[in-house]
């Protein structure tokens, strides 16, 4: 199913809702606050959300290579911008917490990606969660096979 997704309509949509959230989360990033963010939990929920479908959206943007440790990076370091952007700013503040919260929505797309029923039609890691699919299905298979030979 995710393999539909990954054609040329489909990658253009992703790219244009990539530039759109990346918009969208810099004017959010940047613009005066009407009320004060404190740490709390849904502040560190919505930079977790925000960077899931970041890595999401980067991952069907560019269906060419799965996602790797680059696009990660590429993701991390716009966090990272963001937060040092925001310690100049007299209305903002720098905060590791949200680097955190960032780096674990990044860290969570591929393996969310790898635990999803169609995983194997997915560029994420596709090889390696066949491959263990497999195995698992091959040592499986040897022991029901040793068993019932025991018999």
Not at 19 to 37: D, G, K, R
Not at 57 to 62: E, P, Q, R
Not at 126 to 151: F, P, V, W, Y
Request: glycine residues 4%; proline residues 6%; hydrophobic residues 45%.
């Amino acid at each position: 199913m995710l393999e539909l997704f990954r054609k040329p309509p489909f990658t253009n949509l992703a790219r244009g809702a990539l530039v759109l959230c990346i918009v969208a989360i810099s004017y959010l990033a940047f613009t005066p606050l009407q009320h004060t963010v404190s740490a709390t939990f849904s502040d560190k929920a919505n930079h977790f959300v925000a960077f899931f479908v970041l890595a999401g959206l980067i991952d069907f943007s560019f269906p060419g290579s799965r996602f790797s440790w680059r696009k990660g990076i590429l993701l991390l370091c716009y966090g990272m911008l963001i937060e040092c952007i925001q310690h100049f700013m007299p209305y903002r503040e720098f905060s590791l917490y949200d680097v955190l919260a960032d780096m674990v929505g990044i860290l969570l797309y591929p393996l969310a990606m790898c635990l999803l029923p169609k995983a194997p039609t997915s560029p994420v890691s596709s090889k390696s969660c066949l491959r263990k699919r497999l195995e698992n299905q091959l040592q499986a298979s040897i022991l029901i096979g040793t068993n019932s030979e025991d018999k």
